[in-house]
């Protein structure tokens, strides 16, 4: 038989990677903090503008009635003299209206005819004009408030009212001026240390929070861990104490297991059985058959024969799919691997047999007979046709997947090889290729059907020894 170059590889699992976003965003603890943060943030924001908003309003008011307070002061302190002369020596009680450019200003100005001189307060070096009466009328009670801008720039509150001096109707206009730049200065000081303060108080409202919330789920990443430890067959059930919402989800969870256990238990029973029972007959088929000879016997002796392959695999195929996600069964590699070289190179000692395993030990996640099933086949298949040499390489895979660390097996001979447009004939069950060599023409697809229970893959390709590299990839555990 010619075998060439490259069959096409089995199909492979792909293991699903995870954005970092995706994942975050699918977090449990990722969402809880998150949430919590944002309202945190959100709180605090509504009461920062509700406490400036209310200290504002205060301030403003009390800003105002200190202005109105000094106004009907100023008014009380003038007063006018016989000849119609504004007079008088206010003494408004803050320091601010002696000083120049302070922004704290009053002055005392003739409203009516009759009415002279003019008063103003120290600080005040100079006119500040005051705008119309048609643009900022008087109310009722002959006063308004109005904005200006100071001798140097500085915003003003202005309350000015007009006030009859005597019984001749002499008029005078009062006005009394703060300023607003200090009050808006004092208010924007308390918000920053309110800001400074608020976030303080947040930041470590956030990570108290936060740490609750990862001391709250600790006990989920404990029931993963267990879980985890189950999978890779470490552990046989969830131990340890857990909080009162966690321990039904792991009473379930362990009760599952041994549902699972007994599903294995009740299968490999039924396999048993099954198996017992079809022995005998097969057995008498093929004593029939080779006692029958001729091309009669030894059709039916053959076809015996592949029956009972046939049945050995399939009932294989049934324990492996009814342990399979359940508990996972643990089976070191290089010590089957070793003796089944040293059988093989027994069995054949004109063909020199090499075996090359990693330096860290490797744990297939499976039964130590469904590997040998797989290494007895490549093997068998490999020293069949190899000329004089062939070799075994295990080694893990640098690409991590889910439940452990994924790990190849490479078989190689200096056979003839497969013919490429003959691969995939080779993986077909019964199919042979060259009817001159004994064999069933099973061997490569049990391997294949046993690699797929397990998730893995077979490749077969053209190997450096020039005949044919079969590569089985498999998931290990820890």
Excluded: C
């Amino acid at each position: 038989m010619n075998r060439r170059r490259k069959a096409e590889p089995l199909p492979t699992k792909r293991v699903k990677t995870r954005a970092p976003l995706r994942f975050w965003l699918r977090s449990l603890t990722f969402r809880v903090v998150a949430f919590s943060s944002m309202w945190a943030v959100l709180t605090l924001v509504v009461i920062f503008t509700l406490i400036t908003t209310l200290y504002r309003q205060a301030s403003e008011r009390g800003f105002d009635s200190l202005l109105s307070a000094h106004l009907f002061n100023l008014i009380g302190s003038v007063g006018i003299s016989d000849k119609g002369v504004l007079i008088g020596a206010p003494d408004l009680g803050d320091l601010r209206f002696s000083e120049p450019f302070s922004g704290w200003y009053w002055s005392v100005e003739p409203a009516s005819d009759g009415v002279g001189g003019h008063l103003r307060s120290s600080s005040m070096v100079q006119a500040i004009p005051s705008p119309s009466i048609s643009d900022v009328p008087f109310n009722s009670s002959f006063q308004r408030s109005y904005a200006a801008h100071g001798l140097k720039g500085e915003e003003l509150q202005i309350f000015e009212s007009e006030f009859v001096l005597d019984s001749k109707n002499h008029i005078a206009r009062f006005r009394v001026m703060g300023n607003k730049s200090e009050l808006e200065e004092e208010i924007g000081s308390f918000q920053r240390r309110l800001l400074t303060y608020l976030s303080l108080f947040g930041v470590g409202m956030i990570a108290i929070n936060a740490i609750a919330i990862l001391f709250g789920l600790q006990p989920l990443r404990r029931v993963r861990a267990a879980l985890a430890m189950v999978r890779e067959g470490t552990a046989k059930r969830l131990d340890g104490r857990f909080p009162s919402e966690i321990e039904p989800l792991a009473d379930e969870t362990n009760a599952l297991i041994e549902n699972n256990k007994r599903i294995v238990e009740r299968s490999r029973t039924q396999v048993g059985n099954l198996a017992h029972s079809l022995k005998t007959p097969l057995a008498v088929m093929l004593n029939e058959g080779r006692a029958l000879g001729g091309p009669k016997g030894e059709l039916i002796a053959g076809q015996a024969a592949s029956m009972q392959k046939q049945v050995e695999h399939y009932l294989q195929r049934a324990r492996i799919a009814a342990q399979r996600d359940s508990v996972v069964y643990r089976t070191p590699v290089a010590p089957l691997a070793e003796r089944m070289v040293r059988v093989m190179q027994k069995l054949n000692p004109n063909v020199a047999l090499s075996l090359s395993l990693p330096p860290e030990g490797i744990i297939f996640a499976g039964e130590r007979e469904d590997l040998e099933e797989v290494l007895g086949n490549l093997l068998e298949n490999a020293m069949k046709w190899a000329n004089g040499a062939a070799r075994v390489t295990v080694r893990p895979l640098a690409t991590g997947g889910e439940g452990g660390e994924p790990f190849e097996i490479l078989i190689e001979d200096d056979g003839p090889g497969i013919p490429e447009d003959k691969a995939r004939d080779a993986l077909q069950r019964g199919k042979r290729l060259d009817e001159t060599k004994p064999g069933t023409g099973l061997g490569l697809a049990i391997v294949a059907d046993l690699v797929n229970e397990y998730g893995g893959s077979l490749a077969l390709e053209r190997s450096d020894l020039g005949g044919l590299k079969a590569i089985v990839r498999l998931r290990s555990v820890r």
